[in-house]
């Protein structure tokens, strides 16, 4: 965007912060770490129905026992899963409506549980024609999708010669702040348990620092095939807010057909799914198997003190307005890779500089 007269407002100047009233001072958080299990991508429909019976039983199970949650979250996948050699046509036939079947039947356990829901699902929207969205989606007691956060960009150049060609903010951020405004491009659900923000992002502090200074008192960070624990943990210690980190599990039931479970691809990013509170304590954490954890907050007191970041912006403003990003946003509106391999290709023709993370 080149005219940025437009933004409105998205941060207070006393510290303050939008809410809405709370249902009741204490809020219960559950993290359900589950398997992931890629369906099929040519023949999705069984895999699909599969991973969604699994899904509803967990809940189930999350709500049976140790007590009810006023929130439960998943990983970034419980519903597709993740298959590495995916192309441009095998994603569009894996992807959901959201709403459709899939999460209609999540949000009907939501509603049956009067409870929120957050997990990620790969989408299609027909706006976005041949697009594929990483979205994490937040279902509520009422029975009815809450809220839905686009992630906001992919990682580049973890793997090298191939990179992830689902469509993010930053790939078509143009015409997306002109279609959904400032406001979503870090969106924050104000419910009655909390200001809740989720994103399926790694290794972007910056990104999450704005999450809390737009008021978000909980942020749900989700991952598949691993994560950086600390870069997770550093979240609520930074920002003083809480942070739920949702990996998967070690698979169950049958072997994942890519890789041994100790080299996924760390060995110690399997599982470690975990609550941190506002100092970065750690509230639970899991092991490496299915499970569930949960935490008691109380929101009502965190609320009453608790104020955005407190940074002094004038000693670095400078160097961010220099600052040029590896390569330019939008990109994905001019052409969509098809494939993986044309995806790294497109990144290193458009990049200023090539950055690698193995």
């Known amino acids: 965007m080149s005219d940025r007269d437009d933004i409105p407002q998205l941060v207070r100047e006393d510290g303050t912060y939008p809410t809405v009233p709370l249902r009741k001072p204490v809020t219960s958080i559950a993290i359900v770490q589950t398997r992931v299990r890629g369906v099929d991508g040519a023949n999705p429909a069984a895999g699909l129905r599969e991973n969604l ?11 049976g026992y140790g007590g009810r949650s006023d929130l439960l979250c998943f990983h970034e996948f419980p519903l597709q899963g993740y298959q590495p ?16 079947p899939e999460v209609e039947a999540i949000a009907a356990k939501a509603k049956a549980y009067n409870c929120y829901i957050a997990f990620g699902c790969l989408a299609r929207d027909p706006d976005w024609k041949d697009h ?8 509520g007691p009422e029975g009815r999708v809450v809220d839905v956060h686009w992630k906001q960009r992919n990682v580049r150049g973890m793997f090298p010669g191939s990179e992830n060609i689902t469509t993010t903010i930053y790939d078509v951020f143009d015409r997306y702040v002109e279609m959904y405004g400032w406001d979503r491009v870090i969106p924050i659900a104000r419910t009655d348990i909390g200001n809740i923000a989720m994103s399926s992002v790694q ?10 200074m737009k008021g978000a008192e909980i942020i749900c960070r989700v991952a598949t095939g691993g994560c950086e624990w600390e870069d997770m943990r550093l979240t609520s210690y930074h920002n003083d807010v809480y942070t739920t980190l949702v990996n998967n599990s070690v698979s169950t039931g049958s072997s994942n057909p890519h890789f041994f479970e100790e080299n996924a691809p760390r060995n110690n990013w399997i599982g470690r799914s975990a609550i941190f509170g506002p100092r970065g304590e750690v509230l639970t954490e899991a092991g490496v198997f299915e499970t569930k954890r949960r935490a008691a907050i109380n929101m009502e007191a965190f609320r009453k003190k608790h104020r955005i970041p407190d940074l002094h912006i004038s000693l670095y403003r400078h160097i961010f307005n220099q600052y040029r990003e590896r390569y330019d946003h939008s990109a994905y509106l001019e052409s969509l890779p098809q494939d993986k391999v044309e995806g790294a290709r497109m990144l290193k023709d458009a990049a200023r500089w090539m950055n690698y993370w193995y």
């Not at 019976?53 to 709500?63: E, F, V």
């Not at 594929?132 to 279902?139: A, E, P, S, T």
């Open 132 to 139: 594929v969205m990483n979205w994490q989606v937040l279902v």
């Open 203 to 212: 290794f972007e502090q910056e990104l999450f620092r704005c999450m809390a």
């Open 85 to 100: 050699d995916w192309k441009r046509a095998e994603y569009l036939r894996v992807a959901i409506d959201v709403p459709g």
């Open 53 to 63: 019976d699994y899904t509803l039983s967990c809940i189930d199970k999350a709500q």
